[in-house]
């Protein structure tokens, strides 16, 4: 199964790598750092999108607790039972360096799945709870009954918005301006209306968005300060 998982991602040029193991194996994808919830979300995707449902996935949890966890496993493990080493091999079996040494210093700097392929499987994953709801077919024409909020998230899409303070390029996928970002993993979803930061800086709406804007500037990054200058700013 896993080694099926193996040859269809490389033939996607995704890299990964087979490792044996006492009961199978194991696939390990290596990736820049990348938050813990993510990184379960995208593995979860990626199995379920490929149809594979009894398979471990590491990390178990979504972010470090104290204590002694099995929130990771390390590769090139000797089985404490049987004293057997288990090795990274290729997608035809043979072993992927000939010694443990070599195969160390290959796993030292190894290849990384390309960020726009875990941006696009975490994409499919967003829960339906975090993404703005449609606005109502029924709507009444009159903003009476509406709270503040409704109002200014009904009043700017979040693209038009985040777009005057974030330069976005031709997919909406840009720099994070919430934390120190090398990879543009900051992105809006035009059409589901929510921005987005894949490296952990949460995201949604516009007011989520001038929150963070407002604490990252100093200001009072809460809630009803952050609707009261963005009434003013809008309407
Ligand atoms: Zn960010």
Request: charged share 20%; aromatic share 10%.
């Amino acid at each position: 199964m896993l080694l099926t998982l193996t040859r269809t991602l490389q033939q996607q040029n995704i890299p990964v790598y087979p490792e044996l193991s006492r009961r199978g194996g194991h696939l390990w994808l290596f990736t820049e750092p990348l938050n813990g919830s993510f990184a379960r979300r995208f593995g979860k995707q990626l199995l379920a999108e490929h149809h594979l449902s009894d398979v471990e996935l590491y990390p178990k949890q979504d972010q470090l607790v104290s204590g002694p966890g099995s929130l990771v496993r390390l590769p090139l493990g000797i089985h404490r039972l049987t004293g057997r080493k288990y090795h990274f091999i290729t997608p035809d079996g043979e072993p992927l360096a000939p010694t443990f040494r070599e195969q160390i210093t290959l796993l030292a700097s190894p290849a990384l799945v390309p960020f726009g392929f875990i941006m696009s499987l975490l994409a499919k994953t967003l829960p339906s709870a975090e993404a703005p709801k449609p606005t109502p077919e029924h709507k009444p024409t009159s903003p009476a009954g509406h709270t503040l909020s409704e109002r200014i998230k009904a009043r700017i899409s979040v693209l038009d918005f985040i777009s005057q303070y974030v330069q976005l390029d031709a997919k909406h996928t840009g720099f994070c301006p919430f934390h120190d970002d090398q990879k543009q993993s900051f992105s809006v979803n035009m059409e589901q209306n929510y921005w987005h930061c894949f490296a952990g800086c949460s995201g949604q709406t516009v007011i989520d968005f001038w929150m963070l804007w407002r604490a990252k500037h100093g200001q009072d990054g809460s809630f009803t300060a952050t609707i009261k200058e963005l009434r003013e700013m809008l309407f």
